[in-house]
């Protein structure tokens, strides 16, 4: 993307790309399409035009748009979309990637001066999504749809994305609790101080009114915002699992009964403010961990790929239902660019079926009358019509979901490092805490019990439990500062322990654009403005990258042209005869393909060489050949094998590279990798990738954009980035480094605090002390270590 | 002293009203979107006078 006009390119003054093959002009405007000018149209049309001058060039880019949204009209669609509608307005959100810019905040939130039947239009700009409210008797839900479309921002409306809105109400106040926790925390330290400063006689009287405010605050805490530790705990216990939260739980629930047994008997202040601090600096660490990125989604299956709704022939009219209702034997029709929903037969029509997001293969394949395809394709060409044979969840490609690997619950059966150690941890506190009871009881019970309750509490597991939340937080948001985005702060730990690699091909490293191109032979500049002006007539992939290599160029008037799918372009161009093709089309016969792609030229019966495209892989694979010695690397590619060569220098090894590997295979291969005691990290992009990067013990979807499809995966990696995974390797390792070191530094301050507490003379001062300062070290050592690790490694 | 009965409750009390106001703020959904307005209110209001063609 360039910024602005350099050396006299003509950028586009809606999308900023450079006007190479069309040139509009409006008012003085270029554009480089049709779709990108008729944006500006609408938008002049309703004086909008303040939207490009918050930015240069805000818009997306329009050359490819086919956009059919008659299914909008079905009411069973309707209503799985909206989130609310009566008999006078609706309500609807929708996810529009396109959303970048303060551009297109203003603009979508114009939307009434475009038509006002819209009442209300919001944007939350990090989740890009937005909130309609419109008048339904002035306008349809489709309308609403198509004019968003119409100035640049089509929504993305998926199966998956309605399927979503059903279950997504697990809201748990954890902001709500943290701020009770912190009300009380606050109001509870500020009674306990004239407690521990020491209180005159005169003021003795307030020592038990206080006492009793301190247990009144302590209340919410314990019963409000502290009881998911005591469910959890008590789930774990039922499970015969002893997790972190057991002691934690027992530390909340002795800090609270003590308390409230020293004030009702009179016997000491409690240990009020350590408690409400204990909770509140849990339920902080609780927060930090729940980093969530709102505009990527990691779930995502091959639902969020097919269409909401399909074109069905019913008794001789075309009519439109939600793909849950396709049945065998229905006859559809796919138009260019849609996908096949279910393998079906093809009954008319011209197929040219892109399959690469299925199989990995980049080069559309033509089908003939009567053959079965599957699902997953995408038409390009003119409409087809097809018959179902299988329904949409059995079909080739949805029957992956199916596997086990799907079924299987979170976790992947991997421990992280705190719920090994907490374990032991809370073996070893309650034999510590038993044998002191049982060292004091025969001669002081009273101090036994002083002595027990204080083990407990003083050892209550607080730092422990925050140094991984806090330590990995502080990792995911430098990944995500280098566009490598996880799941979860578990998913570093993993990363940490990977130690073979496995990468898909086409699209993980290989981009589909990213061929370089060159000519054999030599071209005047006659000639190459021929094979220029016959090119730009085809949106054949090879005729796109010949024309840009060619650039610059006047454009000749076409006389005759003729396109021969799957072999070139005949062409008579300013009375020149041409013939761009490959060797079927320009010798007649077929040569063996052996590593490149060729493309020859014949002009007037003279052959005047070919271009020859070579793989240009992404940059970065190198790095990643470095890993071998510490990490196992594997290539699975739903591809032919004729790059075989190509990619030795990074592979090393013949054996590691496995060709014409269909999904399930991937799926395979990692599992019997598993088997054989490898932890497997897995790269791909498509969605035959899919169960491969499930099956996985790290499933790394790649994408050049992030907001785009990717299928679900633990963790998505920006393209750019792929050079920086041996980096974000090594800096996994330092994170569970740190987390291991901060573990120490909490268990120092444990020891410290339970030679204290074993002589039963814990003061609540040391409690309320101790508690806060061990939780502040390791905040800090935790973030300041992170920080420097990740400057060592180059990544701020 | 026994003013500081009275003060204390005084103080709870108005700690609580500030409570209460932050549980309505959440649940009243101004917390959700924390980075749009920031955006928004640099963005000028559209121009009213320029608007005079009704369109569609």
Same mark, same amino acid.
């Given at each position: 993307?360039?910024?602005?006009?350099?050396?006299?390119?003509?950028?586009?003054?809606?999308?900023?790309?450079?006007?190479?093959?069309?040139?509009?002009?409006?008012?003085?405007?270029?554009?480089?399409?049709?779709?990108?000018?008729?944006?500006?149209?609408?938008?002049?049309?309703?004086?909008?035009?303040?939207?490009?001058?918050?930015?240069?060039?805000?818009?997306?880019?329009?050359?490819?748009?086919?956009?059919?949204?008659?299914?909008?009209?079905?009411?069973?669609?309707?209503?799985?979309?909206?989130?609310?509608?009566?008999?006078?307005?609706?309500?609807?959100?929708?996810?529009?990637?396109?959303?970048?810019?303060?551009?297109?905040?203003?603009?979508?939130?114009?939307?009434?001066?475009?038509?006002?039947?819209?009442?209300?239009?919001?944007?939350?700009?990090?989740?890009?999504?937005?909130?309609?409210?419109?008048?339904?008797?002035?306008?349809?839900?489709?309308?609403?749809?198509?004019?968003?479309?119409?100035?640049?921002?089509?929504?993305?409306?998926?199966?998956?994305?309605?399927?979503?809105?059903?279950?997504?109400?697990?809201?748990?106040?954890?902001?709500?609790?943290?701020?009770?926790?912190?009300?009380?925390?606050?109001?509870?330290?500020?009674?306990?101080?004239?407690?521990?400063?020491?209180?005159?006689?005169?003021?003795?009287?307030?020592?038990?009114?206080?006492?009793?405010?301190?247990?009144?605050?302590?209340?919410?805490?314990?019963?409000?915002?502290?009881?998911?530790?005591?469910?959890?705990?008590?789930?774990?216990?039922?499970?015969?699992?002893?997790?972190?939260?057991?002691?934690?739980?027992?530390?909340?629930?002795?800090?609270?009964?003590?308390?409230?047994?020293?004030?009702?008997?009179?016997?000491?202040?409690?240990?009020?403010?350590?408690?409400?601090?204990?909770?509140?600096?849990?339920?902080?660490?609780?927060?930090?961990?729940?980093?969530?990125?709102?505009?990527?989604?990691?779930?995502?299956?091959?639902?969020?790929?097919?269409?909401?709704?399909?074109?069905?022939?019913?008794?001789?009219?075309?009519?439109?239902?939600?793909?849950?209702?396709?049945?065998?034997?229905?006859?559809?029709?796919?138009?260019?660019?849609?996908?096949?929903?279910?393998?079906?037969?093809?009954?008319?029509?011209?197929?040219?079926?892109?399959?690469?997001?299925?199989?990995?293969?980049?080069?559309?394949?033509?089908?003939?009358?009567?053959?079965?395809?599957?699902?997953?394709?995408?038409?390009?060409?003119?409409?087809?019509?097809?018959?179902?044979?299988?329904?949409?969840?059995?079909?080739?490609?949805?029957?992956?979901?199916?596997?086990?690997?799907?079924?299987?619950?979170?976790?992947?059966?991997?421990?992280?490092?705190?719920?090994?150690?907490?374990?032991?941890?809370?073996?070893?506190?309650?034999?510590?805490?038993?044998?002191?009871?049982?060292?004091?009881?025969?001669?002081?019970?009273?101090?036994?019990?002083?002595?027990?309750?204080?083990?407990?509490?003083?050892?209550?597991?607080?730092?422990?439990?925050?140094?991984?939340?806090?330590?990995?937080?502080?990792?995911?948001?430098?990944?995500?500062?280098?566009?490598?985005?996880?799941?979860?702060?578990?998913?570093?730990?993993?990363?940490?322990?990977?130690?073979?690699?496995?990468?898909?091909?086409?699209?993980?490293?290989?981009?589909?654009?990213?061929?370089?191109?060159?000519?054999?032979?030599?071209?005047?500049?006659?000639?190459?403005?021929?094979?220029?002006?016959?090119?730009?007539?085809?949106?054949?992939?090879?005729?796109?990258?010949?024309?840009?290599?060619?650039?610059?160029?006047?454009?000749?008037?076409?006389?005759?042209?003729?396109?021969?799918?799957?072999? /070139?372009?005949? &062409?008579?161009? +300013? @009375?020149?005869? *041409?013939?761009?093709?490959?060797?079927? !089309?320009? $010798?007649?016969?077929?040569?063996?393909?052996?590593?490149?792609?060729?493309?020859?030229?014949?002009?007037?019966?003279?052959?005047?060489?070919?271009?020859?495209?070579?793989?240009?892989?992404?940059?970065?694979?190198?790095?990643?050949?470095?890993?071998?010695?510490?990490?196992?690397?594997?290539?699975?590619?739903?591809?032919?094998?004729?790059?075989?060569?190509?990619?030795?220098?990074?592979?090393?090894?013949?054996?590691?590279?496995?060709?014409?590997?269909?999904?399930?295979?991937?799926?395979?291969?990692?599992?019997?990798?598993?088997?054989?005691?490898?932890?497997?990290?897995?790269?791909?992009?498509?969605?035959?990738?899919?169960?491969?990067?499930?099956?996985?013990?790290?499933?790394?979807?790649?994408?050049?954009?992030?907001?785009?499809?990717?299928? /679900?995966?633990? &963790?998505?990696? +920006? @393209?750019?980035? *792929?050079?920086?995974?041996?980096?974000? !390797?090594? $800096?996994?390792?330092?994170?569970?480094?740190?987390?291991?070191?901060?573990?120490?530094?909490?268990?120092?301050?444990?020891?410290?605090?339970?030679?204290?507490?074993?002589?039963?003379?814990?003061?609540?001062?040391?409690?309320?002390?101790?508690?806060?300062?061990?939780?502040?070290?390791?905040?800090?050592?935790?973030?300041?270590?992170?920080?420097?690790?990740?400057?060592?490694?180059?990544?701020? | 002293?026994?003013?500081?009965?009275?003060?204390?409750?005084?103080?709870?009390?108005?700690?609580?009203?500030?409570?209460?106001?932050?549980?309505?703020?959440?649940?009243?959904?101004?917390?959700?979107?924390?980075?749009?307005?920031?955006?928004?209110?640099?963005?000028?209001?559209?121009?009213?006078?320029?608007?005079?063609?009704?369109?569609?």
């Amino acid at each position: 993307m360039k910024e602005s006009a350099i050396d006299g390119q003509t950028l586009c003054y809606h999308c900023g790309n450079e006007c190479i093959e069309e040139l509009h002009l409006v008012d003085a405007k270029a554009f480089c399409c049709q779709g990108c000018k008729s944006v500006y149209e609408v938008l002049e049309a309703n004086n909008l035009c303040n939207y490009y001058n918050y930015n240069q060039h805000p818009g997306a880019n329009r050359a490819i748009v086919d956009a059919r949204f008659e299914y909008l009209d079905n009411q069973t669609i309707i209503s799985d979309l909206v989130d609310y509608s009566d008999d006078k307005i609706t309500i609807v959100s929708f996810y529009i990637p396109a959303i970048h810019c303060s551009s297109c905040i203003w603009l979508l939130e114009q939307l009434n001066r475009i038509n006002p039947a819209i009442h209300y239009s919001r944007i939350d700009f990090l989740k890009k999504q937005v909130t309609i409210r419109f008048s339904n008797a002035e306008i349809s839900l489709r309308q609403v749809v198509e004019l968003l479309f119409n100035i640049g921002y089509e929504p993305l409306i998926s199966l998956q994305d309605v399927i979503k809105k059903q279950d997504k109400s697990d809201k748990d106040n954890l902001v709500q609790k943290i701020a009770v926790a912190g009300f009380c925390f606050g109001n509870v330290m500020l009674l306990s101080f004239p407690e521990y400063f020491g209180l005159s006689g005169v003021e003795q009287t307030f020592r038990h009114f206080f006492g009793w405010l301190n247990v009144l605050f302590c209340l919410p805490v314990v019963f409000y915002s502290g009881t998911e530790y005591f469910s959890s705990a008590w789930n774990n216990l039922r499970n015969k699992v002893l997790n972190i939260d057991f002691p934690l739980a027992l530390g909340i629930a002795v800090l609270f009964i003590r308390t409230v047994t020293e004030v009702y008997t009179r016997t000491g202040a409690g240990f009020g403010d350590t408690l409400c601090g204990l909770v509140f600096f849990l339920l902080i660490g609780k927060f930090v961990q729940r980093k969530t990125y709102h505009h990527i989604s990691f779930e995502r299956d091959y639902r969020s790929f097919f269409p909401v709704a399909v074109s069905v022939i019913e008794s001789g009219a075309e009519v439109h239902i939600p793909l849950s209702q396709l049945q065998t034997g229905q006859r559809i029709i796919i138009r260019h660019n849609e996908i096949i929903p279910a393998d079906a037969i093809l009954l008319k029509g011209e197929a040219l079926i892109d399959f690469s997001f299925v199989t990995g293969e980049a080069n559309p394949v033509s089908k003939t009358l009567g053959e079965i395809i599957y699902a997953g394709g995408r038409q390009t060409g003119q409409a087809v019509e097809m018959e179902v044979i299988k329904p949409v969840s059995q079909s080739y490609l949805t029957q992956l979901w199916n596997n086990e690997a799907f079924s299987r619950k979170q976790g992947k059966g991997m421990e992280i490092f705190s719920q090994k150690v907490s374990k032991y941890f809370t073996i070893v506190l309650l034999i510590i805490a038993f044998s002191t009871l049982l060292y004091w009881l025969p001669e002081d019970y009273k101090k036994g019990l002083a002595a027990f309750t204080a083990v407990l509490i003083v050892a209550c597991p607080c730092a422990l439990a925050l140094s991984t939340p806090f330590t990995m937080s502080a990792a995911l948001s430098i990944f995500d500062k280098n566009f490598f985005y996880l799941k979860n702060t578990a998913i570093v730990e993993h990363l940490a322990r990977i130690n073979a690699i496995v990468l898909d091909k086409t699209g993980t490293i290989t981009t589909g654009d990213n061929k370089t191109i060159r000519f054999e032979g030599a071209l005047s500049g006659k000639e190459k403005q021929l094979i220029y002006s016959a090119c730009i007539n085809s949106s054949h992939p090879l005729s796109r990258m010949i024309y840009t290599f060619l650039k610059g160029i006047e454009r000749l008037k076409t006389e005759e042209y003729t396109e021969v799918p799957g072999q /070139g372009i005949l &062409a008579v161009i +300013d @009375g020149h005869y *041409l013939r761009v093709g490959n060797s079927k !089309l320009v $010798f007649g016969r077929n040569e063996d393909e052996t590593q490149l792609t060729r493309v020859h030229v014949l002009l007037d019966n003279v052959y005047l060489g070919y271009f020859a495209f070579t793989h240009q892989y992404r940059p970065g694979l190198e790095n990643i050949g470095y890993l071998a010695p510490d990490y196992n690397l594997f290539l699975l590619s739903g591809d032919q094998d004729h790059e075989k060569y190509e990619l030795l220098k990074f592979f090393k090894d013949q054996d590691a590279m496995r060709f014409n590997q269909s999904p399930q295979e991937k799926l395979n291969f990692i599992n019997s990798l598993q088997r054989s005691g490898a932890t497997v990290m897995m790269i791909g992009d498509g969605l035959n990738d899919a169960g491969a990067l499930k099956q996985s013990d790290l499933g790394v979807a790649l994408t050049d954009n992030v907001n785009n499809f990717s299928p /679900g995966s633990d &963790a998505i990696l +920006d @393209g750019r980035s *792929l050079i920086k995974l041996p980096v974000f !390797l090594k $800096f996994s390792k330092d994170a569970v480094r740190i987390i291991y070191l901060s573990f120490l530094i909490s268990l120092t301050y444990n020891i410290i605090g339970l030679s204290y507490a074993v002589t039963g003379n814990l003061s609540p001062v040391v409690a309320a002390i101790l508690m806060p300062l061990s939780t502040a070290t390791i905040i800090s050592f935790t973030s300041i270590a992170t920080h420097v690790a990740a400057k060592r490694r180059k990544l701020i | 002293m026994s003013i500081i009965f009275f003060l204390i409750g005084c103080s709870i009390l108005l700690a609580l009203v500030f409570l209460g106001a932050f549980f309505w703020a959440q649940k009243s959904g101004q917390n959700d979107d924390l980075y749009t307005p920031s955006v928004r209110i640099l963005l000028d209001d559209a121009d009213e006078d320029v608007e005079s063609k009704p369109k569609k």
